[in-house]
């Protein structure tokens, strides 16, 4: 019985447009992200999450719930332009499938979003930021990077042991 590889997120099958229309959207998330609406829902959930496990652990009379906000909200930064890494990576034709125009790309995207932030009360742009999309994305990016030479060269061993039988 023949054992499946785990091939990594440079090999989910698709269209180069359906990961492209996957991208856009994906920009559309993060637009949203830099809304004051979206600022208040993640301090609200924020919030619940930290009165629930208050019970266990309390946050606020241990002096950690700023930290752990902080922590919170990084996270989101981290998975939005991971994913966005991942996507982009899918999206773009081969010939710019390159870590360094990916992590370009989400750099700039980064920006964009910390920008947008200056347009909506309650919302802070910083360079920080900036600094944790770009970085993420050049993980994303040369993780993506990894996953597909390394599938092709499988695709190329299985090809030369084709032809040697």
């Not at 990594?8 to 830099?34: D, H, M, N, Q, Y």
């Not at 944790?132 to 994303?140: F, K, Q, R, S």
């Not at 599938?151 to 190329?156: A, D, E, G, I, P």
């Amino acid at each position: 019985m023949e054992q499946k590889q785990f091939r990594g997120p440079a090999t989910f099958p698709g269209s180069r447009e359906g990961w492209l229309k996957a991208s856009l959207a994906w920009l559309g998330v993060i637009a949203f992200s830099s809304t004051a609406l979206a600022g208040r829902w993640a301090e609200d959930t924020f919030d619940s999450i930290a009165s629930a496990l208050s019970v266990v652990f309390p946050l606020r009379q241990a002096g950690l719930y700023h930290i752990f906000a902080f922590g919170a909200e990084k996270s989101v930064h981290v998975t939005m332009f991971f994913v966005l890494a991942l996507l982009l990576w899918n999206a773009v034709p081969e010939r710019f499938r390159h870590p360094l125009v990916i992590t370009l790309a989400g750099t700039l995207i980064g920006i964009g979003s910390e920008l947008l932030q200056a347009f909506f009360p309650g919302r802070d742009p910083t360079i920080r930021d900036v600094l944790i999309n770009g970085a993420t994305t050049a993980v994303g990016a040369c993780l993506a990077s990894y996953f597909y030479r390394r599938q092709s060269l499988n695709r190329v061993s299985i090809t030369a042991e084709l032809k040697r039988s």
